[in-house]
């Protein structure tokens, strides 16, 4: 039996080392980030890069705040934020507001180091406001959209895995239940370290980890409902990323678990999925496995990078850019 498993491990491996990208991207290197970071949050207002918390490379979560600049390819530092130090935080964009907050903070055992706290924050002014809290402990790795108005909030981990998703009405400063429509068994899958982002005003979300690996593609549609879209392509994944231009979504990185035979496979491989047409297309590789990293557009500009990198997960500070 564990000559036949090895058998088929060794197969998919090959059957995924085989396949060649459709479009190879010409992946060029930025200036890296001063301090080397993992599972951080991202945002993009006014041309600019931001980057928020994370663990550090000697694995301490941090709660400071980086600018890029892309046009000097330069980083600064802004200092500290009021919020207390984590990993895998949410942040969103909307009219000129960042909103950001969640995640975790490193104290394993109690609810409240899944993270509750949400905060609105103004880059010109650098100014900070709490806002309500969000309604529950399920904060680790959620995922956060943009509507009109309002953002949706969802699949985190607390001590378990849910597909709770909750609608924040700006400017009523108020969080209420999404009934998504599905049961026990319906699609999606409750999961954990999936990955999404808004393109062309529609919100898509997918891959992520339940028992195993998972490469659900869905889209929530009228705020209300999960419908399926086209697999995401190649090993299934979770701790991935994703940015999206005004025509693509682009989706790296992550890592493969099927079992006990297919353990820790850390993948490079970069998507474009075209919501126009629901297809996704292989366009090149980063030069090693990355996860837990960051993704982001400016313009027609695709950024990737940070995380973590080879066997040993080695916090990372490069950040690399190719052109839609």
């Known amino acids: 039996m564990r000559k036949f498993l090895y058998i088929v491990l060794c197969l998919f491996l090959i059957a995924c080392s085989a396949e060649k990208p459709e479009i190879e991207v010409a992946l060029l290197p930025c200036a890296p980030m001063p301090s080397a970071r993992a599972s951080a949050a991202c945002f993009v207002i006014h041309g600019e890069a931001y980057v928020f918390a994370g663990r550090d490379s000697a694995g301490v979560a941090q709660n400071d705040l980086w600018r890029y600049n892309p046009e000097a390819d330069q980083w600064t530092c802004l200092g500290t934020t009021p919020l207390k130090a984590r990993v895998n935080p949410a942040a969103c964009v909307a009219d000129d507001k960042v909103y950001l907050g969640l995640g975790f903070s490193g104290l394993h055992g109690r609810d409240s180091s899944y993270l509750r706290d949400f905060w609105e924050y103004t880059p010109e002014s650098n100014q900070w406001k709490q806002l309500a809290n969000y309604p529950n402990h399920y904060t680790d790795c959620a995922t956060a959209f943009v509507g009109e108005g309002e953002l949706y909030v969802g699949y985190g981990f607390c001590w378990n895995y849910r597909r709770d998703m909750f609608r924040y009405d700006i400017a009523a400063d108020r969080w209420d239940s999404i ?68 025509r693509y979504i682009y989706l790296s990185g992550g890592t493969h678990y099927g079992g006990v035979n297919t353990t820790g496979e850390n993948l490079r491989d970069i998507r474009r999925y075209d919501p126009l047409t629901d297809r996704w297309t292989y366009i090149g590789n980063l030069p090693e496995g990355r996860i837990n990293h960051i993704s982001f557009a400016i313009g027609k500009r695709v950024y990737i990078g940070l995380g973590e990198t080879g066997d040993e997960w080695k916090t990372d500070n490069q950040l690399y850019r190719f052109e839609e």
Do not use: I
């Open 179 to 246: 009934d998504v429509g599905a049961g026990m068994f319906d699609f999606p899958t409750r999961s954990f370290g999936g990955t999404g982002c808004t393109c062309q005003g529609r919100h898509f979300m997918g891959t992520g980890y339940y028992r195993f690996s998972l490469n659900w593609w869905g889209e929530l549609v009228d705020g209300k409902r999960w419908e399926p879209r086209s697999d995401v392509p190649g090993p299934k994944r979770t701790l991935a990323a994703s940015t999206a231009t005004d």
